[in-house]
């Protein structure tokens, strides 16, 4: 069992940065992949990318170059961090984790947080 808990969101103006951060419990977490998605209001949930157990990255192109994901396994927290931010990256952020590697498929994750609220001012 794997429990994910996000923080860092929060209100930015364009451009800004945030960092996220997604704490998980147990002591397997080396071994999962895990991977950031977000949901804006009335739409889907998409993938934003995604970080494997040995540390390679995935990202969509909407945010590649200005986001990056990372973890440290010693401390359980794998990372989201964001930059130049615009209004349309607006949303619910989440954390996910499964064991293997990275999927940009929602329901392919075995765990989910509750969510971080990030709201990009113009």
């Known amino acids: 069992q794997v429990q994910l808990v996000e923080s860092g969101g929060g209100l930015v103006q364009s451009g800004g940065s945030l960092r996220l951060s997604c704490a998980a419990s147990?002591?397997?977490?080396?071994?999962?992949?895990m991977g950031w998605f977000r949901q804006a209001p009335g739409k889907e949930r998409e993938f934003v990318g995604g970080?494997?157990?040995?540390?390679?990255?995935y990202y969509v192109d909407s945010v590649k170059g200005r986001f990056t994901i990372s973890r440290d396994n010693a401390k359980n927290t794998v990372y989201l961090q964001m930059n130049a931010l615009k209004s349309e990256d607006t949303a619910a952020y989440y954390c996910?984790?499964?064991?293997?590697?990275?999927?940009?498929?929602?329901?392919?994750?075995?765990?989910w947080g509750q969510g971080t609220q990030v709201t990009v001012s113009s």
């Open positions: 996910a984790a499964r064991p293997g590697g990275y999927t940009r498929i929602s329901n392919q994750y075995n765990y």
């Open positions: 147990g002591r397997t977490f080396s071994n999962y992949a």
């Open positions: 970080i494997s157990s040995d540390g390679s990255t």
